[in-house]
């Protein structure tokens, strides 16, 4: 059968890839979750001085010194993702007039963490420990297109020639362990460790392949997969932070979290060998690595009325992407990013919270593409029981060739890029008790 060609180039690039949100840009290191509550993911997921939960060992240990009495938390979280894929339509004299979409994939994932506080520990010198569980990078997604026939002169039009799947699944979770104390004159500092460990599976596979149509390949095939697994894939990396309080209005956080390195065993199946999968060392299997980066982030927050019950806070992120890669896939040429976040929350004379949020995000393969969120949350006590809930809606757009190229279906390959929008849906609710 014939082997690879432009669509298995393009594959390869898909899943050498990374950004957020679960789609088809978060292939090759994941997209990268937001280990916090619902409190901060409510305000636009701010952190750095907000996130006044055992979840801190994840964001800002210095935050921990604020917990004066021990405490358990936990989340859960789901993503609605729409993502329509489009290609450009013309007329005769090349005029572009719109957009046909062929590809329209709505899914439903969802993940929970969990984290507990010890609450400062007046018997040692007034330091708080916590300790978290939490996805960090998710691998999970799905794409389906189904394959037409391009000639026109076809009977009938326009049919299904194929069927194209890229999946993925699995996760890498972090298991964080963190300490953070007061150190006077409103000075606050806190590290800790992240264990990064978990697994991920990354698939290309074409199904029902009518080959009465699909004529040029070596041997007729209506089956076709190729298969990247990993395994035993884990890391260390290392976050220190602090806050500094000007005065009751005005106080200022910083974290840096470490560059790691993740090692682990990958294997490799083909069934048909449609697609140069993967560059290996062998065909079938071996020890790869896994390198994500440094970040570098810096908050304030400002309450601007004498009753301190409304504050605004702003956090800002620079991460080294350009560090971070996959060595069992091809080079992708990330950019470092920033990204953005904008928080309010407005606590009423009822005691029940208010909070809105704006995110923006820089993409790391392209510095064209961004993605822009609001956010929108609230929280009520209940039976000693602090429960926070929040939406997220963002979209984002972008140009990207099919992932399953013309010419692995005996016709031309389209020369323009097709357009792909996103649009995500998502929800958090986080419990907290104190102990």
């Known amino acids: 059968m014939r082997r690879g060609g432009t669509g298995g180039v393009l594959l390869i690039l898909a899943l050498a890839t990374c950004s957020w949100g679960y789609t088809f840009l978060d292939l090759g290191l994941g997209s990268e979750t937001f280990p916090g509550s619902g409190r901060c993911a409510g305000m636009g997921e701010v952190a750095l001085l907000s996130e006044e939960t055992p979840f801190a060992v994840l964001q800002n240990p210095a935050l921990l010194s604020k917990l004066e009495r021990p405490q358990v938390a936990g989340t859960y979280r789901f993503y609605s993702i729409e993502e329509d894929w489009s290609f450009p339509a013309h007329d005769s004299f090349d005029a572009l007039l719109g957009y046909t979409t062929y590809s329209r994939n709505s899914n439903l994932y969802h993940r929970g963490a969990i984290g507990v506080c010890s609450g400062v520990v007046p018997q040692g010198l007034g330091i708080s420990f916590g300790c978290a569980y939490a996805p960090v990078y998710d691998f999970t997604y799905d794409f389906y297109e189904e394959i037409r026939d391009r000639n026109t002169a076809s009977v009938p039009t326009d049919k299904v020639i194929a069927e194209g799947f890229v999946e993925s699944s699995g996760s890498i979770s972090a298991l964080a362990f963190g300490v953070g104390t007061s150190v006077g004159d409103g000075f606050s500092l806190g590290a800790g460790i992240d264990y990064l ?29 190729d298969t990247f697994t990993s ?70 927050t400002f309450r601007p009325r004498n009753e301190l019950m409304t504050v605004v806070e702003a956090d800002v992120k620079y991460t080294t992407w350009s560090d971070a890669g996959n060595d069992a896939l091809v080079d992708a040429g990330l950019e470092d990013i920033y990204e953005w976040h904008i928080g309010v929350e407005h606590v009423f004379y009822n005691q029940r919270p208010l909070r809105f949020g704006f995110i923006y995000k820089g993409c790391p393969t392209d510095d064209e593409i961004s993605e822009t969120a609001f956010t929108i949350g609230s929280g009520f006590a209940t039976y000693g029981l602090g429960i926070e809930a929040s939406v997220r809606v963002g979209w984002r757009e972008y140009r990207q060739f099919d992932l399953f190229d013309d010419s692995l279906f005996c016709a031309e390959s389209r020369d323009l890029t097709d357009l792909v929008e996103e649009t995500t849906f998502s929800g958090m609710i986080s419990i907290m008790r104190g102990l």
């Open 231 to 300: 395994s035993n894939v884990d890391g260390i990396r290392v976050r220190v932070g602090g806050t500094y309080e000007f005065n009751k209005r005005l106080e200022m956080g910083a974290s840096v979290v470490t560059a790691c390195e993740l090692t682990g065993d990958y294997s490799t199946s083909s069934v048909g060998g449609l697609l140069e999968f993967l560059p290996r060392v062998t065909d079938d299997g071996g020890e790869f690595k896994v390198k994500y980066p440094a970040s570098y982030a810096l908050g304030v």
């Open 197 to 225: 460990f978990g697994d991920f599976e990354l698939k290309g596979r074409l199904s029902g392949v009518d080959t009465s149509k699909v004529q040029c390949w070596d041997e007729p095939m209506t089956e076709t997969s």
